[in-house]
């Protein structure tokens, strides 16, 4: 039943080896030991049309194609994930946790491969609409250490943007400065978060972001 309240959209951005899945359940689940009706998902993915698409741009590696045939797929995602998961929480007031969204297409496939982000800015306006972050907690650190921590997880974890030798360190590299970037250009939504502490120390800044209220 819809509360007539809208929720909370809070996103969790970053490079590779950031920590981004593991901070998101830490956060969701700390939301909801306060109290809070909570909404964890993801990107790509998130509904099971989300996680089939999720499969094909995970599984990409070593072939050659375009980068806007990467966003058009992650967009094609996130229209569904929004449609499906997304609006319907907020509508009943529940704080949506999402590891990934659209920023990181912009991050990637803009910033990190060179497709046009005015192009990719227009797809986004037609996946989301008016469904945007309240706030976005960017977890920094140098892409070096990002990776390294990645290729040392578990295989089962290592996406081609990791592998694929396509996508080497200057590509990561260009990935955190558009990061970087977009949090400069748009301070009432980001903040940025020094991610190579402690996963604990970490948990524990992101929620003190977070209860901090709205930015």
């Given at each position: 039943m819809a509360t007539g309240v809208r929720g909370r959209f809070l996103t969790l951005e970053g490079p590779d080896g950031s920590?981004?899945?593991?901070?998101?359940?830490?956060?969701?689940?700390?939301?909801r030991s306060a109290g809070h009706a909570v909404c964890l998902t993801r990107e790509p993915g998130g509904t099971a049309v989300g996680e089939r698409i999720r499969g094909v741009l995970?599984?990409?590696?070593g072939e050659q194609h375009a980068p806007l045939t990467?966003?058009?797929?992650f967009n094609a995602s996130r229209i569904q994930h929004v449609a499906e998961?997304?609006?319907?929480?907020?509508?009943?007031?529940?704080?949506?946790?999402?590891?990934?969204?659209?920023?990181?297409?912009?991050?990637?496939?803009?910033?990190?491969?060179?497709?046009?982000?005015?192009?990719?800015?227009?797809?986004?306006?037609?996946a989301i609409g008016a469904v945007r972050p309240d706030l976005t907690i960017l977890l920094d650190l140098p892409v070096e250490v990002g990776l390294a921590r990645r290729l040392r997880g578990p295989a089962g974890e290592v996406s081609r943007f990791e592998a694929d030798p396509t996508f080497d360190?200057?590509?990561?590299?260009?990935?955190?400065?558009?990061?970087?970037?977009?949090?400069?250009?748009?301070?009432?939504?980001?903040r940025v978060v020094d991610a190579t502490v402690s996963e604990d120390d970490l948990a524990a800044r992101i929620l003190c972001v977070v209860m901090e209220g709205p930015p």
């Open positions: 920590g981004k899945s593991t901070q998101a359940a830490r956060l969701a689940g700390s939301l995970l599984g990409l590696s990467d966003a058009f797929l998961v997304i609006r319907p929480a907020l509508e009943r007031g529940e704080v949506v946790v999402c590891d990934r969204f659209a920023d990181s297409t912009l991050a990637y496939q803009g910033y990190g491969s060179g497709a046009g982000l005015a192009t990719l800015r227009g797809l986004e306006q037609a360190v200057a590509f990561h590299a260009r990935v955190r400065a558009g990061y970087l970037e977009m949090a400069r250009g748009e301070p009432a939504r980001w």
